[in-house]
């Protein structure tokens, strides 16, 4: 695949561990034309994605312009402008429904065509799955970004207790749950699921600090898994504790066990994060 699509549906020092709600307040109230547009257009992600996506950029008063890629049908785009963000819409398909914002098309794999330093927000709403190159996307979120900015990324969680079991017994994650279809490879497959360890790396080896991680929703079946989680706390903690050969890492990695077996992380059913761009 050359291009993405749209999702098939979109502490280290310093750090915060933040638990936003799993039923995050509404964005605001919609009205008019905005209000017919949210009730024609599919949220093609699960259940309370965007909401709490918007819960999460609602905490960054600075934050005005936001760029959502990849876009969709507009969902998200129309939740944003109702509440006066100013929003540049992107995907690699012309599948936007919502008149008068600004869309560009664009591959998420290639550079984006926006300047430097020029959005205060990223949100990638269920996209980083679908990317053959995640890490040059991260790297151009970094460069559009102004100093200070936020990058808001969901994907599906696999990290979580109920897929890391199905994983052990299948060798495939929740969202994954059978084989991609080799003969048609398209866009909206999930050629790159990622855990959330994978993400911290990516995140804070290429200019990114996570400040807080959210999920959407506990679904009332991954409480059934969590007779596994003071077993897998304990096994991590022994198989980190044997390859720690400093007090750096063994920091570090007693904060990744904290994230990796969090409420949001152990039990969530997409997982959201939120990091801070770092850059003079």
């Not at 050359?2 to 915060?16: K, L, N």
């Not at 129309?78 to 509440?83: F, K, V």
Request: charged share 20%; with cysteine.
């Amino acid at each position: 695949m050359g291009e993405t699509a749209r999702a098939a549906r979109g502490r280290s020092p310093g750090f915060t561990a933040r638990r936003v709600s799993l039923q995050p307040r509404p964005a605001g109230l919609l009205e008019g034309r905005v209000a017919n547009e949210q009730a024609t257009i599919h949220e093609a992600t699960t259940k309370n994605t965007h909401a709490t996506v918007a819960a999460l950029l609602s905490t960054e008063p600075s934050c005005r312009r936001v760029l959502d890629i990849p876009c969709g049908e507009g969902a998200f785009v129309s939740r944003l402008r109702a509440t006066g963000y100013e929003v540049q819409a992107v995907d690699v398909q012309p599948l936007l429904k919502v008149a008068g914002v600004p869309f560009t098309r664009a591959d998420m794999n290639a550079p984006l065509p926006f300047a430097d330093d020029g959005f205060d927000a990223v949100a990638c709403i269920d996209g980083i799955e679908h990317l053959e190159r995640p890490f040059d996307f991260v790297r151009e979120c970094r460069r559009i970004l102004r100093p200070g900015g936020v990058l808001l990324l969901s994907t599906p969680n696999i990290s979580a207790l109920r897929s890391r079991w199905r994983w052990l017994l299948t060798g495939f994650h929740n969202k994954g749950k059978t084989p991609l279809d080799e003969t048609a490879p398209n866009p909206w497959h999930h050629i790159g699921l990622v855990s959330f360890p994978e993400i911290r790396y990516l995140l804070h080896s290429n200019g990114f600090r996570i400040t807080a991680i959210a999920a959407n929703r506990v679904k009332a079946v991954s409480w059934l898994y969590t007779p596994l989680w003071p077993l897998a706390w304990l096994v991590t903690g022994l198989v980190f504790r044997r390859w720690e050969k400093d007090q750096a890492m063994r920091l570090r990695s007693a904060e990744v066990r904290r994230q990796l077996y969090s409420l949001p992380v152990a039990l969530g059913e997409t997982l959201i994060v939120k990091a801070a761009c770092e850059k003079s």
